[in-house]
């Protein structure tokens, strides 16, 4: 995606050390050198420019107009293994992490992307890239993979001659309307001080379109080929991360990657496992409550089902939470009884209201096999500019596709501490103000 539509990317930088609070936006190494600081793009310590005449609300808005084809190639993946850019039809991506690839380290910032495997940069020399691209010659440490190795077999879209020697090369399409081309490669992956050496990246030689995401895609799902597989020995399988609010103005929210520093006391829920879609995070949720009313739920529609793809996964690049239809029906028409206010509709919101008393407002519970998520109300409603309209922050999957599952989207996990233990196959939800 071109910088000027970067709307609704995130970034991640280096902690700030408190010694330099009186510049917040100089960063420097933690003492845990696994551990990085989230901002959003548009905050103060963001390298992007903000849109123009652009209200929070409007940005919120615009993130969430484009969900609905990043839940469509959720509801549609089926690849078993796709480690080089696997997300064909996606269009957003919400956050970036700040990383250095190559010897000496080249600083880039990759989309992170909690649903992909998928590893790959623009490098010198692409045609239609942006200005910021990684340069091959430069890393003493860099190599192409040619067509007989194992990963080369992984990738879709692949074009190898008869030549066991030629560079593995391949062309992928992107958002529907863009498409790239990249080489298969390796090179030292650096995240703070850790570095991950011979890491699998595709080396995009051409791009064309705009929806590209301008510094290249880091897979944090849980393929074979994503960074948590690539770096088992170094993280353990285990990461976690606390996304600040959408106003989160310096460096405030946290990624953990490895064991050390992760909460002891967090309740958990057990990960489920999708051949058909093994890079995404699936959990069992049992059912929604409004206030203190179970909402109706037809029998079927929340269950895990690995031949339909149907279930519920958590995802970092979806805005706003997302049910299949008749379950989000439920709990929408469930929040505005127990409201009883006047409702109107606002992009891809259907119940926005006018509001003076928050507190009064029912709490949305989801509940998960071993624990339950009360969503606090910063969680469950956004705000309009002027702050007396507020609408909820949830919506129904898109209409365009036979979609089967249920997505809680990164504004629901604001402001908590989402831990993922593929080693012991579990996912931890705890309370942490990260702002």
């Not at 509801?75 to 190559?102: D, F, H, M």
């Not at 030689?205 to 770096?231: C, E, F, T």
């Not at 922050?393 to 596709?401: G, L, T």
């Amino acid at each position: 995606m071109a910088m000027a539509m970067a709307t609704g990317f995130l970034f991640i930088s280096l902690l700030i050390s408190t010694t330099h609070a009186f510049d917040p936006c100089k960063t420097s190494s933690s003492s845990d050198d696994s551990e990085l600081s989230v901002l959003h793009i548009y905050g103060k310590c963001s390298p992007f420019t903000p849109p123009k005449h652009e209200s929070w609300f409007d940005t919120v808005l615009n993130m969430a107009d484009k969900d609905s084809s990043r839940v469509t190639y959720l509801s549609t993946q089926k690849t078993v293994a796709a480690p080089i850019a696997s997300g064909q039809v996606l269009n957003i991506g919400n956050y970036v992490v700040r990383v250095k690839l190559g010897t000496p380290g080249q600083l880039m910032y990759m989309v992170m992307d909690t649903s992909n495997d998928a590893a790959w940069v623009p490098c010198s020399g692409c045609s239609g890239c942006s200005s910021k691209v990684f340069t091959p010659n430069l890393s003493t440490s860099f190599g192409s993979l040619d067509c007989k190795m194992a990963q080369c077999t992984q990738v879709r879209g692949l074009s190898c001659p008869d030549a066991e020697a030629s560079p593995c090369q391949f062309n992928q399409s992107y958002g529907g309307d863009s498409s790239f081309s990249a080489t298969l490669s390796q090179d030292s992956f650096s995240l703070a001080s850790d570095v991950v050496p011979n890491y699998a990246f595709g080396c995009i030689n051409s791009v064309s379109g705009r929806s590209v995401p301008p510094q290249g895609l880091l897979g944090l799902g849980r393929g074979p080929m994503s960074l948590i597989s690539q770096s088992g020995s170094v993280y353990s399988g285990v990461f976690s991360y606390c996304l600040p609010s959408f106003k989160s103005y310096y460096f405030s929210g946290s990624l953990k990657l490895g064991p050390t520093g992760q909460p002891k006391n967090i309740k958990t829920t057990p990960l489920l496992h999708n051949p058909h879609r093994p890079s995404l995070y699936y959990v069992n949720l049992t059912g929604i409550s409004v206030g203190k009313i179970m909402v109706p739920v037809a029998p079927g529609l929340l269950d895990f089902n690995p031949s339909t793809g149907s279930g519920t996964v958590i995802d970092s690049g979806t805005v706003i939470t997302r049910f299949v239809q008749p379950i989000y029906t439920a709990i929408r028409d469930e929040y505005r009884k127990q409201i009883d206010k006047d409702i109107s509709s606002l992009g891809a919101f259907d119940t926005c209201f006018m509001t003076t008393n928050e507190d009064q407002m029912p709490v949305i519970t989801l509940h998960f096999t071993g624990m339950d998520l009360k969503l606090p109300t910063e969680n469950t409603l956004i705000h309009s500019s002027s702050g007396s309209m507020a609408c909820l922050a949830m919506a129904a999957a898109p209409s365009n596709v036979n979609s089967v599952l249920n997505v809680i989207a990164n504004l629901q996990q604001q402001n908590l501490r989402i831990l993922f233990d593929l080693t012991n196959s579990r996912l931890g939800i705890a309370r942490e103000i990260c702002n």
